[in-house]
Nanobody
Framework: QVQLIESGGGLVQAGGSLRLSCAAS????????MGWFRQAPGKERSLVAA????????YYADSVKGRFTIARDNAQSTVYLRMNSLKPEDTAVYYC?????????????????WGQGTQVTVSL
């Protein structure tokens, strides 16, 4: 098992940027594909971005393509989500998740390690 702790959330104005971090402990994340998910009030949790174990492959939801970037530093056991041009509709709790596989999954049920989440609020 790997323990995940997210940080970097906060309140930002529309058009601003944030960088979320997900620090892992217990096991190195180099054996895991990683994903960032988000859940807005009254909505289901959904996949925002994912990255393969090596970092060579990434996935982005259509709603964040061109604005968000996922990256990983396996030596530091940390995954990042850089969020630019933020919109009010990006407001949500953002979760980091890990799956013990080389490639990423689009199905959140495949991820068996989750962080507690960090709140991102984008104001007008």
């Amino acid at each position: 098992q790997v323990q995940l702790i997210e940080s970097g959330g906060g309140l930002v104005q529309a058009g601003g940027s944030l960088r979320l971090s997900c620090a892992a402990s217990g096991r190195t994340i180099s054996s895991y594909a990683m994903g960032w998910f988000r859940q807005a009030p009254g909505k289901e949790r959904s996949l925002v971005a994912a990255i393969t174990r090596s970092g060579g492959g990434t996935y982005y939801a259509d709603s964040v393509k061109g604005r968000f970037t996922i990256a990983r530093d396996n030596a530091q056991s940390t995954v990042y989500l850089r969020m630019n041009s933020l919109k009010p509709e990006d407001t949500a709790v953002y979760y980091c998740a890990a799956a013990f596989t080389a490639s990423y999954y689009l199905d959140q049920r495949k991820y068996d390690n989750w962080g507690q989440g960090t709140q991102v609020t984008v104001s007008l």
